[in-house]
């Protein structure tokens, strides 16, 4: 009974604003009847039992990594995608009039776009003002003519709509040209429905796999791949982009290759990826880039993401473009106005959801009528291209309501008038117990999706929520939340899935031939920079273990640990004549400074860099050790003890990522070049630490042997098989010859020797870099020398021997650069067509 009461006073809690549309209903007649699943679960829990479940959905978008980047925002460039803990609720009515509404505006839009860019009959009849297709950066002026090789130029659109008062929508604005959104309306889908499985299935909710496995097989279908496998590929900006979550996050849905502009080229009007096996031909790219971004070539020259050529093998009709280049010209809010005319010309039906009401101020009239009632109205900027922001009119006083007429006077076609919304409102979850409900704004995002049988619309959508109370303007980089969208279902949906029910043997061998070279280049980096961590993080730990030491055994092997430091580059080498930085500072400032280039923090941002790159490729768990690998050094451990604890939660997160790269990837050709990464930079570390101590005198030597092993990760071995203290002889054999030691440079010579032709075999490289005489030198060491009670000669000789080995390391290293990522050599590589 108290958690009915408590639940009681939720409700009775919830306060909507009276003169604005509830989604709830909870005014006049009560709540909806679609709402009603979700309500008799809230009744079943207390305040605390909810802010359970809100907090297990927030720790579900951190330990997924769901992030939507905002520049410079001080919470940094990667800030955790929100949801509120309560979906917004349509029912099955309601939803089966918006879906068709929203299929033909999609459709009525593709028109236009077919028209501007073909017989443009919509500006010779006047039923469009030149200036609003002319006058914008949006019209692609090289794309005119160009037919797309489906028939179509919106493969997938987007339109945020608002509540109009009585309850009906208004159509606020168009994404014709990269619609985003859609992938984060999965990702709510996934994590709100696991919070509240009840409700979800007793509404029940109609499932969105339908839609996107309808959006997945429209791209290879209306695609020109003819009697080949078609090849589609996402293309991404790259990972400073707002939503390249959402770029990762579709890719691994839908089945395609991630791509950025560098993992393109286009050979006589056809587009081909560059993978590590050579050039496949690409047939589809669904593009999340901006149009003028897309071909330095023939769109805008200073674009460093697009493709030269693109526009050229698009016009030849070799590849089909989702959307078609040059959709951004339908962004303009200036063109409400003259849509419904333009339906009833090119569908020969009205709309069936009109648009806010909208004026041009192109138009003498309009721009008159705008200043006239300038209170009533919000002013925006005519085309997508110009940064503005919203202006609400009543707000302008005085001065600044001068100068605003002042600039649309001087510029009219820059601006539109629409009429002020009072958005809808729907509840959010604020978890206080005295105020557990509040009311917040909300617009919807929804999608429609081109397949060869017609328009489909996602049955759910991306609903955008204020970030306060009393705010209008709905934006996700300005703190805005987001809510899962359910659409009650007529009937129980069977789940669904984008797995194909049969497997095809093009889909069998298909599997390692899309690897871009970028995605091999950044996980070779990644197992490269995930060693160099593990390794660093050890020496430091063995040098913070011993700065309280006062003897001179512990002071030569601090002394020791230092030059191994300064070899590894985590320390910087003294400079003449300068006055030296304490030890313990800088050791401190090699944990946790990032502007240090052999810091653990630093190396640890690349590592992350590197990761993020290739993130379609990791799994969950991957992922989140990812996440929480840097996280021990914030705040920046501030004493040795600190710095202790901070570096063995780091060993521990980079000890796991050497169990996923062993054991959670699979062994594809991008796999191959992850092991080969961690073994070239375990094998140079390794010699450049053994050296150390060869390089120094007898008594030196002879007190650096234990961090020796402690740092090449060889103790136990050593004590297990020695049962002794480290002398010479043992622990050379156990980190220089034992092949059975996985911490060994024998290892690791033998290791890549297994390694480096499997991956010119994966990649159908005509070279094969080895380590043949390497190993060779190393299989005839002599270590009958080091016997001796004076072994200097026998030290020497093998620094010199690692010293050559190390730089065989990295010849390798730098051959498999030029070779398999940066495409030297176009003329020795096969061009594959299919």
């Known amino acids: 009974m108290a958690k009915q009461r408590a639940v009681t006073d939720i409700l009775r809690q919830y306060h909507p604003v009276p003169d604005r549309f509830d989604e709830l209903g909870s005014l006049g007649s009560g709540p909806k009847p ?27 978008i951190a330990e997924d990594g769901v992030t939507y980047n905002v520049y410079e925002d001080p919470r940094g460039d990667t800030r955790p995608w929100e949801v509120d803990l309560l979906p917004l609720v349509l029912g099955a009515d309601e939803w089966q009039w918006l879906s068709k509404a929203v299929a033909q505006r999609a459709e009525l839009l593709d028109s236009v776009l077919g028209d501007l860019y073909g017989d443009q009959a919509l500006l010779k009849e006047g039923l469009m003002p030149p200036a609003l297709v002319y006058g914008q950066a949006g019209f692609q002026w090289p794309c005119q003519g160009i037919q797309p090789v489906s028939g179509r130029f919106l493969h ?19 994404r014709t040209q990269a619609p985003s959104g859609a992938g984060y309306a999965l990702q709510n889908r996934l994590v709100i429905s696991r919070a509240f499985p009840a409700p979800f299935h007793n509404l029940p909710v109609t499932n969105l796999a339908e839609f996107f496995q309808g959006f997945q097989n429209s791209l290879a279908s209306m695609s020109p791949a003819r009697n080949e496998t078609a090849l589609c590929v996402l293309l991404t900006p790259g990972r400073f982009n707002e939503t390249y979550f959402e770029h990762v996050f579709l890719a691994r849905y839908l089945g395609l290759p991630l791509v950025e502009g560098q993992d393109l080229t286009v050979r ?266 593990e390794g660093t993080a050890r020496l430091l730990r063995a040098a913070f273990n011993r700065l309280s030491g006062h003897d001179q055994a512990s002071e030569e092997a601090l002394l020791g640990l230092q030059q191994a430091a300064e070899q590894f580059g985590t320390l910087p080498e003294p400079e003449k004549d300068a006055v030296p930085e304490p030890l313990p500072e800088a050791l401190l400032r090699a944990v946790s400074d990032q502007e240090s280039p052999g810091s653990i923090a630093s190396i640890i941002q690349a590592l992350l860099f ?136 024998m290892f690791q010579l033998r290791q890549l020797q297994k390694d480096l032709p499997e991956m010119g075999q994966k990649t159908g490289q005509l070279f094969s870099p080895d380590l043949n005489d390497s190993l060779r030198r190393l299989q005839g060491l002599d270590l009958h020398p080091f016997e001796r009670k004076h072994p200097d000669q026998a030290c020497g000789a093998l620094a010199e021997l690692l010293c050559d080995i190390r730089s065989e390391a990295y010849r390798v290293s730098d051959e498999i650069q030029r070779q398999c990522f940066i495409h030297t050599r176009y003329s020795d590589r096969p061009v594959k067509a299919d």
């Not at 945020?160 to 159509?171: F, N, Q």
Request: proline content about 5%; charged content about 20%; hydrophobic content about 45%.
């Open 34 to 60: 679609h709402w009603r699943p979700l309500l008799q679960q809230l009744n079943l829990e207390s305040v605390a039992g909810l802010n359970l479940r809100a907090q297990a959905v927030s720790s579900a």
């Open 610 to 745: 590197n990761a993020s790159q290739v993130r379609d490729r990791l799994s969950t768990d991957n992922w989140h050790t990812l996440n929480r690998v840097g996280k021990p050094l914030s705040p920046a451990p501030a004493t040795p003890e600190q710095s202790i604890r901070a570096l063995n939660l780091v060993l521990l997160d980079c000890i796991s990522l050497a169990g996923f790269a062993m054991d959670d990837i699979t062994r594809d050709a991008s796999w191959v070049f992850l092991v080969i990464g961690r073994r070239l930079e375990r094998l140079a570390n390794l010699c450049t630490l053994i050296c150390v101590p060869l390089f120094s005198d007898r008594f030196s030597r002879n007190a650096m042997l234990e961090w020796l092993l402690e740092v090449a990760n060889s103790e136990v071995t050593y004590r297990t098989r020695y049962r002794r203290t480290p002398e010479l002889l043992g622990v050379l054999h156990t980190i220089v010859i034992d092949a059975s030691n996985p911490h060994s440079v």
């Open 156 to 174: 997938l659109y987007a339109v945020d709509l608002a509540r109009a008062p009585d309850g009906g929508w208004w159509v606020m604005a168009d």
């Open 268 to 533: 006589d009007d056809t587009v081909y990826l560059k993978t590590l096996q050579g050039l496949r031909r690409v047939h589809a790219i669904y593009r999340r880039l901006d149009d003028g971004f897309c071909d330095p070539l023939e769109l805008r020259a200073d674009s460093v993401l697009g493709i030269p050529g693109l526009l050229g093998a698009v016009r030849a009709g070799k590849v089909l473009m989702a959307n078609a280049l040059g959709s951004g010209v339908l962004e303009s809010a200036a063109l409400f106005g003259f849509l419904p005319e333009i339906s009833k010309k090119l569908l020969g039906s009205p709309l069936a959801m009109p648009s806010v009401a909208s004026w041009w101020c192109g138009e003498k009239p309009a721009l008159d009528y705008v200043i006239e009632h300038l209170d009533e109205l919000v002013i925006k900027p005519a085309f997508a291209s110009m940064r503005m922001e919203p202006v609400f009119g009543y707000q302008m006083k005085g001065a600044e309501r001068t100068a605003l007429i002042k600039k649309m006077n001087a510029h009219p076609h820059a601006f539109v008038g629409q009429e002020l919304v009072h958005l809808s409102q729907a509840p959010v979850w604020k978890g206080d117990q005295n105020q557990p409900l509040a009311t917040r704004s909300i617009g919807l995002r929804l999608f429609a999706a081109a397949t060869p049988s017609g328009w489909r619309v996602m049955p759910g959508g991306l609903t955008r929520v204020a970030m306060d109370e009393g705010v209008e303007v709905i934006s996700m980089q300005r703190g805005g939340l987001s809510k899962d969208t359910w659409v009650q279902s007529r009937y129980t949906a069977p789940s669904k899935s984008l797995i194909k029910k049969r497997l095809q043997v093009s889909d069998l061998l298909d599997g390692e031939r899309d690897t871009p070279s970028r995605v091999g280049e950044n996980l070779f980096w990644m197992g490269r920079h995930s060693e160099r961590a």
